[in-house]
């Protein structure tokens, strides 16, 4: 989905015109904090809110130095193809500069910008400089069927080649285009002849309506359409979108169709297919005693295209699948009918941007709708600024995915924002619980069941702490949940022994609460019945937040009164050391791979004075923590 641009001033004196820009592109403006007042968000740290942006794919416009835009996502880098746009404006308003994304928003930003501010649109990208347009981005309504094409057809262009325009629905933007023979475009709603210097642009005015048995194969219904466009002589490249009945939101075929042919999907209740029975080539009432329309495909397609639309291929079936093909007099720039629903469930690690990956940014910028225990969100900072919000408390963690689950199957798209890795200790599991819960037992309503949920990992206090610690986690580990909660007490301590007497190093989640103060202590009283009093234990508070706190301490040492709710207890196994550095002590846990590089040592050592030569010294083993002093753990 597009994103909405995002607009950022850092001084006041280039507040003015970053408003002018913002109203133009009806965009959020964003401001330097202590700099810029009256921003619509604020913002401390530049670079790291710019990149924030960038990664989650939001355009940025920045009214500032064009250097500072380019530090921030040089980094970032990567493929053209899938970035956003990026464009500098002058404090002044003098001049728009596109930087990163011409062709994917960014010259057309510029020059709305430059309209606005009565400046100019300092584009570079070649094709826009020698033709005026970039073939490749056509407006909205048309699409290019062979875009791999268009760099070798823009060239010969520039070289001086020109174009001849033609076909049945001929591009009229493209009328300011050099004539010659070089290049033949056709705009066309019919399949054309394609190549390197041949370029078909198809008006997307075509509407493909579907519908299909449940777990019809996919290879079915791909096959009914590619079949029933060959033989009405439609191109796909004309197509605006996929739509049916919302019963089928969650058909894999359907799902499978649209992703294939790279449309979107569109879905319509029963009552809006119904509203289009007098238009109906083929009405059934078969048909609308199963899903209360007398047509699924004919409708649907119809329904997308609007009323001044004609069925150019009425309903084709097979065993499984339905289509239909509804025309439109000129090309559709909008859709009608609601998405299917999505819930991204994301993590987003200990709260700070630069631990938080770029594919949870992308799917909370893509979310029309944040959802979470409210500290959580906060922690999104300007990414969730101007979004739709909904805040639960702790403890309310069902009613929470519940709620959310049933707004995505409104067709809205959903975040659930979790802190750490929303599949360890959070909601993600109690997601897919409701989920697999029959209707009649507290499960959640059949059009929560057909929304699309997608799992985002984040940074988890396991990963977040042992990193601090240094390694930790380097040889076999658990994680366990002292909260009693919602496991009984009988199954924590089972396991406990099972990993004491494992020997693994573990991380305490959840060890503490107001009310529970006992299973820390008890839980170190199993492990010292296994390992050395002085194995190293981590106690990681608020990681990642500006009140961290990180310490050490001797696993008999360890006092409950230290540790609150937002503390990490790592414990070290019998084989975790204190490596004591320079900027204080790291924790380790060997593999064994320096005692394997000391055998290979010895093997070679050995050979070495059998030939007469002297053996090469082994490496020394790290110091482990027995050899240390208590105040060093501590």
């Not at 430059?114 to 584009?123: K, N």
């Not at 009323?307 to 699948?321: F, I, P």
Request: glycine residues 10%; hydrophobic residues 45%; charged residues 20%.
């Amino acid at each position: 989905m597009a994103l909405t641009p995002v607009v950022l001033v850092l001084s006041q004196s280039g507040l003015a015109v970053a408003r002018r820009v913002a109203t133009a592109l009806d965009a959020p403006l964003h401001g330097l904090g202590g700099r810029v007042d009256g921003a619509d968000v604020s913002f401390t740290d530049t670079l790291d809110h710019i990149r924030a942006l960038f990664a989650a794919r939001v355009p940025v416009v920045g009214v500032c130095a064009a250097g500072i835009l380019i530090r921030a996502v040089a980094p970032l880098l990567s493929d053209k193809t899938d970035e956003a746009a990026v464009v500098a404006v002058a404090e002044d308003g003098s001049a728009a500069v596109p930087l990163v994304g011409g062709h994917h928003g960014a010259n057309q930003m510029a020059r709305q910008i430059a309209d606005a501010l009565g400046a100019m649109a300092a584009v570079t990208t070649a094709g826009d400089l020698g033709l005026g347009m970039a073939l490749d981005e056509p407006p909205a309504g048309w699409r290019l069927a062979n875009a791999a094409d268009a760099k070798t057809a823009m060239a010969a262009m520039l070289a001086g080649e020109g174009a001849t325009l033609g076909g049945d629905s001929e591009p009229s933007w493209l009328a300011a285009l050099p004539r010659g023979a070089g290049v033949t475009i056709t705009g066309s709603v019919h399949p054309v002849a394609t190549g390197p210097k041949a370029l078909h642009f198809a008006p997307q005015v075509l509407t493909l309506g579907v519908g299909c048995a449940r777990n019809c194969p996919p290879e079915e219904l791909a096959s009914l359409v590619h079949e029933t466009l060959t033989e009405a002589g439609l191109s796909a490249a004309a197509i605006h979108s996929v739509s049916s009945i919302d019963l089928k939101a969650d058909e894999p075929a359907i799902i499978e169709l649209a992703r294939g042919l790279g449309l979107p999907l569109r879905l319509f209740a029963a009552a809006e297919l119904e509203a289009e029975t007098p238009r109906l080539a083929n009405p059934s009432d078969v048909v609308f005693v199963e899903v209360g329309s007398h047509g699924v495909s004919e409708a649907a397609a119809l329904a997308q295209a609007g009323g001044e639309a004609w069925l150019v291929v009425a309903k084709r079936k097979t065993a499984n699948a339905t289509c239909a093909i509804a025309q439109a007099s000129k090309p559709l720039v909008a859709l009608k009918g609601r998405a299917r629903g999505r819930l991204s469930v994301v993590g987003i690690g200990p709260g700070q941007a630069a631990w938080r990956t770029p594919e949870v940014s992308r799917l909370v910028a893509e979310a029309e709708e944040l959802v979470g225990y409210g500290l959580y969100i906060d922690l999104l900072g300007p990414l969730a600024a101007g979004k739709t919000r909904a805040d639960f408390p702790l403890g309310g963690e069902e009613d929470r995915c519940r709620y959310a689950l049933e707004r995505a199957g409104e067709g809205r798209n959903v975040a659930l924002v979790c802190s750490g890795d929303a599949g360890i200790y959070a909601m993600g599991a109690l997601v897919f619980e409701l989920l697999d819960r029959a209707p009649d037992a507290l499960g959640v309503s059949d059009a929560a069941r057909r929304v699309e949920v997608v799992c985002s990992p984040g940074v988890s206090a396991l990963q977040g702490a042992a990193a601090r610690a240094g390694a930790p986690l380097g040889h076999d580990f658990c994680t366990i949940s002292l909260s009693d909660l919602l496991t009984p007490r009988d199954d924590i301590n089972r396991r406990l022994r099972a990993a004491a007497e494992g020997d693994f190093v573990i991380a305490f989640y959840n060890p503490v609460s107001k009310t529970r103060r006992t299973l820390l202590a008890e839980a170190r009283d199993i492990l010292l019945q296994h390992r050395p009093a002085d194995t190293p234990v981590m106690l990681a508070t608020n990681l990642g937040r500006p009140t961290e706190h990180v310490r050490y301490r001797r696993l008999a040492d360890l006092q409950v009164d230290e540790v609150d709710m937002l503390t990490v207890v790592l414990v070290g196994s019998s084989n975790t050391r204190l490596a004591q550095l320079g900027e204080g002590p790291r924790m380790f846990t060997p593999r064994g791979y320096a005692r394997r590089l000391d055998g290979d040592l010895r093997d070679v050592g050995n050979r070495h004075l059998d030939e007469g030569g002297a053996a090469p010294a082994p490496a020394a083993p790290p110091r482990g923590i027995s050899g240390q002093k208590k105040g060093n753990a501590a």
